[in-house]
């Protein structure tokens, strides 16, 4: 065939318009390409086995390779390599009808964002030709280099590798109607987490199998060939088997070479046609089978081995990345382009088959685009206790959940480390622990909505896929070992923060805090953790919560559950301690962000900051000191410190569903003035920031976390990192000295 620089503009589409190359001619097209195959009544392929459909299937792909090298070439930006050798896939399951597709694969996006742009769904954000597609790729207000939540169609994030498999499973866990097929890398596949998250998932929920994993198997990482790239096909097999896959359909390129001599990873877009026809006939068959597999309650997953970088500007680790030199002028890009060239036909077929594939476009079938129904949660019943009595907080806490679960059946708990561990076995004698073997003594069976893999990914990870899919979930986790989930919560959050749609915050409770783990040494003493969410603060929709009793951390639930978009992080202990609220003080402390727990009068005034609940044993004790020699305090609960920062402190007005409220200047002066401000925290002094930004205090210090030790008690770790009342007694001294000095 052959390509020329521009077609007579009369007769190029709309839609096309800033399509570099097209091709005068492509074989077949008049007989296999006479008229697209679906349409207003037709969302799928008829028979996926016919030649026309294996022909406009194969145009699909070449036009997904073909935008893709001209998106990210004219920004010489992007990565194209990876998802070429997955397009034949991606354009069998769409032309399939098979839309609710995710990807472990943030460098696939320009294919994905491609997919979208065929099928009329980037219109919604104003695109609505290739020329704007171009403009807008990796520039603000665009199309992001990875995947993200603001674009129309696009289920999910995705960004580190490991996570999207979490997607996947979530969407079929809500969706048991709908196929959720998920590309991987096989350099992703590296990743320790995503075969045992499949494992686990299916040993929990076995009849739940309209999940597809489609490994792009190219031999390549992003700069250098993957750690399985020396693998037989049968050992690949053998390895999907043994995480439980019942069919795996595994389609080698190089066996449907025209050339004998064929390398082990070989670019179908090399072959004849006959035998780019038959590449492609395999591959949508495999596509169909898989996905009537998984649909019908058999796991299966569809493997493409194929040569990285398959069809467009170099292949390997080398067809990656583009880079400054790699312009729509460079030899290899305009090269790439011109092979991949389609006639003008080909591409209103493939135009007409994305719009009416799965029912029309994405942005409009898709399972997230629009609000899921929810049972009602009003009125859940919370139990105030009185103030002076000791309670659990978690357990408090548990009791909530559990009525959360019974109004609710797709609602869903995980944790890792068991919750009976962190105080609230009621979770489990109310929603019953997800697993085959049935054992009333562990609260286990079947049915149960409490899910516990030993993974905190796979906790994380389930959790924020279905609150990001409009449902209901709650991670709970031993603060000391979340930190293995939170780059998937992280992940969501920020997507939740650019979401087109409102959908239930995700919510997260950790607990066993470093001051309760002496005898488990520092191994689990971790409280480190509070950083990373004091960072994620300035998003704009990320609340760590601090309740400092059993009714606080009730509210703090409540509060959540009405939440939207939102990242929530409720930390808590397992320790009897004080009530120090009402539950109406309780539900102010978190609208307000603080709370004024005890007041001493006095000769002078120091102000105690304080995030946490046992951390405020010593603070009371350390008052009790100076009031004895006369000096008033003030102890002040840093419940939810968001709402202490000032407003441009935060990118509050830039998320979806913003939440503008921060106490203002005359509260916050009046709660938290004084001689000397101390701000005291059982994990780090990170979260008291917009305290120690706004406070005016001459004086101001911290008493927080350095490090932990094995010790037989709280008091011991408070005397281990300094911050006993002595301590704190003391200090606040001698900071009034200096300010009478």
């Not at 990796?138 to 999207?164: F, T």
């Not at 994380?460 to 409009?470: D, M, S, T």
Request: glycine content about 10%; proline content about 6%.
């Amino acid at each position: 065939m052959s390509a020329v620089l521009q077609s007579p503009p009369e007769t190029v589409p709309t839609f096309c318009e800033g399509i570099q190359y097209f091709a005068d001619s492509f074989p077949e097209i008049d007989r296999l390409g006479a008229a697209p195959l679906l349409g207003p009544n037709q969302p799928a392929l008829p028979d996926a086995t016919s030649e026309q459909a294996i022909y406009q299937t194969l145009l699909a792909a070449d036009a997904l390779r073909y935008l893709t090298l001209q998106v990210t070439g004219s920004k010489s930006s992007g990565h194209p390599g990876g998802f070429a050798s997955s397009a034949d896939a991606v354009a069998a399951l769409h032309l399939l009808g098979h839309r609710n597709m995710v990807t472990e694969v943030g460098h696939h996006a320009p294919g994905f964002y491609s997919a979208m742009f065929l099928d009329t769904s980037l219109e919604d954000m104003g695109i609505y030709t290739v020329s704007d597609m171009r403009a807008r790729f990796r520039e603000r207000h665009g199309l992001l280099g990875h995947l993200s939540g603001a674009i129309p169609g696009l289920l999910a994030p995705a960004g580190p590798l490991g996570q999207g498999q979490h997607f996947a499973m979530a969407g079929a866990y809500l969706n048991r109607d709908k196929l959720f097929p998920v590309t991987i890398g096989d350099g992703g596949l590296g990743e320790p987490y995503i075969m045992s998250a499949f494992q686990h998932f299916a040993t929990a929920y076995p009849d739940i199998t309209n999940y597809l994993p489609v490994l792009v198997w190219n031999g390549y990482s992003q700069e250098h060939h993957s750690m399985v790239s020396l693998w037989d096909n049968t050992r690949m097999t053998d390895y999907w088997r043994a995480y439980g896959f019942d069919d795996i359909h595994l389609i080698d390129a190089r066996e449907y070479a025209d050339t004998p001599d064929a390398p082990v990873y070989t670019d179908s877009t090399t072959f004849g046609f006959a035998a780019r026809m038959a590449f492609t006939g395999a591959i949508l068959k495999a596509a169909d089978t898989a996905a009537k597999s998984a649909l019908s309650g058999r796991r299966a997953c569809l493997i493409v081995k194929q040569l990285k970088g398959a069809g467009v500007h170099a292949t390997g680790a080398k067809s990656h990345n583009l880079y400054a030199h790699h312009t729509l002028d460079s030899d290899d890009v305009k090269g790439g382009l011109q092979r991949r060239a389609l006639p003008i036909k080909a591409w209103e077929i493939t135009r007409e088959n994305f719009r009416h594939a799965g029912g029309g476009p994405a942005a409009r079938v898709a399972v997230t685009e629009s609000v899921r129904d929810l049972p009602s949660l009003e009125g859940l019943p919370l139990t105030e206790f009185a103030v002076g009595e000791n309670h659990v907080p978690t357990t408090a806490f548990g009791n909530v959940v559990g009525e959360v679960g019974k109004r609710d059946p797709d609602f869903v708990v995980t944790n890792a480390d068991g919750n009976e561990a962190s105080g609230m076995a009621n979770i489990n004698k109310a929603l019953t622990i997800r697993h085959p073997t049935a054992d009333d003594l562990y609260f286990q069976g079947p049915s149960g909505q409490v899910y516990e893999p030993l993974n905190e990914d796979s906790c994380a990870g389930l959790a924020v896929g279905v609150a990001l899919f409009g449902g209901r979930s709650l991670w709970c986790s031993y603060e000391s070992f979340a930190i293995n989930g939170l780059p998937i919560w992280q992940t969501v959050t920020q997507a939740m923060a650019e979401l087109r749609r409102p959908t239930p915050a995700t919510v997260c409770l950790f607990t066993a805090g470093a001051l309760e783990q002496g005898r488990n040494g520092w191994t689990h003493q971790r409280p480190e953790i509070e950083s990373y969410f004091a960072a994620m603060m300035r998003n704009g929709n990320v609340y760590p919560l601090f309740p400092v009793d059993a009714n606080m951390i009730q509210a703090s639930y409540d509060w959540a559950l009405k939440q939207r978009n939102k990242g929530i992080v409720i930390t808590a202990s397992k320790t009897p301690l004080p009530i120090h609220a009402t539950m109406a003080q309780s539900y102010q402390a978190i609208d307000d962000g603080a709370i004024v727990l005890k007041e001493h009068p006095g000769s002078h005034s120091v102000v105690f900051a304080v995030t946490g609940d046992l951390v405020l044993q010593p603070v009371f004790a350390a008052a009790e000191k100076l009031a004895e020699a006369g000096i008033g305090s003030r102890i002040v609960a840093v419940v939810n410190p968001r709402r202490l920062y000032r407003p441009s402190d935060v990118l509050w007005d830039s998320v979806s569903e913003p939440d503008g409220r921060f106490m203002d200047d005359a509260a916050f002066k009046a709660m938290f003035h004084g001689d000397v401000l101390i701000g005291v925290t059982g994990g780090p002094s990170a979260p008291l920031e917009p305290v120690l930004l706004r406070s005016q205090a001459a004086q101001r210090d911290v008493f927080c976390w350095k490090r932990g030790e094995t010790t037989a008690n709280p008091q011991q770790l408070f005397d281990f990192n300094g911050m006993n009342a002595q301590a704190m007694h003391e200090r606040a001294l001698a900071m009034l000295e200096q300010v009478a000095a």
